[in-house]
């Protein structure tokens, strides 16, 4: 059974960090490209960030390039999302997901499987 757990929300002040996790099992991690996603009540899903396989290529929404850097450790089977300098359009639940093969994608549709969402509150 593939498991995607998020963990790192909170509540936050805007200018604050914020550091997400996403744990996996089931799935031959180095398989597959990983990515956050982030919606808000009432909209669709939106890309943040992605990662290849092996970590050497990543794609990043603009509004968060320069704050957020993602990461993974194929060793421990999770994907990371470091987010800086938070501002509440930021606010949202983040959803990991992951994508069979190695090309990057922005679209939710691509995505095999997908975490339970971990929300983030930034407050001004």
């Known amino acids: 059974q593939v498991q995607l757990i998020e963990s790192g929300g909170g509540q936050v002040q805007a200018g604050a960090s914020l550091r997400l996790s996403c744990k996996t099992s089931?799935?031959?991690?180095?398989?597959?490209?990983m990515a956050w996603f982030r919606q808000t009540l009432g909209k669709e899903r939106d890309f943040v960030s992605s990662?290849?396989?092996?970590?050497?290529?990543?794609d990043y929404l603009e509004s968060v390039k320069g704050r957020f850097t993602v990461s993974r450790d194929n060793a421990k089977t999770t994907v990371y999302l470091q987010m800086n300098s938070l501002e509440p359009d930021d606010a949202a639940t983040y959803f990991c997901?992951?994508?069979?093969?190695?090309?990057?994608?922005?679209?939710?549709?691509?995505?095999?499987?997908w975490g339970q969402g971990i929300r983030v509150t930034v407050s001004t």
């Open positions: 997901a992951a994508r069979v093969g190695n090309e990057l994608s922005r679209r939710s549709d691509d995505f095999d499987f």
């Open positions: 089931g799935l031959t991690f180095g398989s597959f490209v």
């Open positions: 990662i290849s396989r092996g970590g050497g290529r990543t």
